[in-house]
């Protein structure tokens, strides 16, 4: 069985600061890693994710994760954060044709 | 991109009342759609996941009787929540993945955010 583990639920950041969102999951298989956004009521959007090869994923509005096998880890970052990222984020896995498992969500907010 | 269509994105009923769901894949055949919830300030749970032209699988402690799941398309999923009560208000999200070998991106629908009164 899979999970995941969003240790924080609420992350407060001043602009223009960096953030780090994390996630650790558990899984006896190989996974694919996800992070998604979500917006007030609205569906999720893919950020990014990890699949296999570089461990360094970039995805949309300059947000980057690195997955560390050994660590079981998928850490969001971002360098500098805007008013505008300020949502719900979530951290996902998946084994070959599975849904996907969630993590509880970290709501991002960005201080101005 | 490929896109899923859900609809509508808001709906209040009435205590007792039925409520039909609409998620289509708009790009490409889903032979599988995936039905979630999420209650405020909590993550997504997977309620069910929709098989075309089969039963779906519902997950431990979902009511199959009461959130009934077509599939009747290969575009389209439907979820209904029979005599809703308000503890059934909640946000429901649903979930297509392309079956292309190479996509493994689930796409999101937009959401329905229903409110049982």
């Known amino acids: 069985a899979q999970s995941v583990t969003q240790l924080d639920s609420q992350v407060p950041v001043f602009e223009e600061a960096p953030v780090e969102l994390r996630c650790n999951y558990s899984?006896?298989?190989?996974?694919?890693l996800f992070w998604y956004v979500q917006y007030p009521n609205q569906g999720l959007q893919l950020l990014l994710k990890?699949?296999?090869?570089?461990?360094l994923v970039k995805g949309i509005n300059g947000f980057e994760a690195e997955f560390n096998k050994s660590q079981t880890s998928f850490h969001l970052r971002k360098p500098s954060v805007h008013i505008s990222d300020t949502a719900e984020y979530f951290c996902?896995?998946?084994?070959?044709?599975?849904?996907?498992?969630f993590g509880t969500g970290t709501r991002l907010t960005v201080i101005p | 991109g490929a896109v899923v269509s859900q609809h509508p994105s808001r709906v209040i009923c009435k205590s007792g009342t039925s409520v039909k769901i609409e998620c289509r894949s708009l790009?490409?055949?889903?032979?599988?759609m995936f039905w979630y919830r999420q209650f405020p300030k909590q993550s997504l749970m997977l309620m069910a996941t929709?098989?075309?032209?089969?039963?779906?699988?519902?997950e431990q402690g979902v009511e199959k009787d009461k959130f009934l799941i077509n599939h009747a398309s290969l575009t389209l999923s439907t979820l209904t929540v029979t005599s809703a009560h308000p503890e059934d208000s909640s946000f429901y999200i649903c979930?297509?993945?392309?079956?292309?070998?190479?996509?493994?991106?689930?796409?999101f629908g937009q959401g329905t955010r229903l409110t049982v009164v």
């Open positions: 790009d490409f055949q889903a032979t599988t």
């Open positions: 996902a896995v998946r084994t070959g044709a599975n849904n996907l498992f």
């Open positions: 929709s098989n075309e032209g089969s039963k779906a699988t519902y």
């Open positions: 899984s006896s298989v190989s996974v694919y």
């Open positions: 990890y699949l296999s090869g570089s461990t």
């Open positions: 979930s297509a993945r392309d079956p292309v070998p190479g996509r493994t991106e689930a796409f």
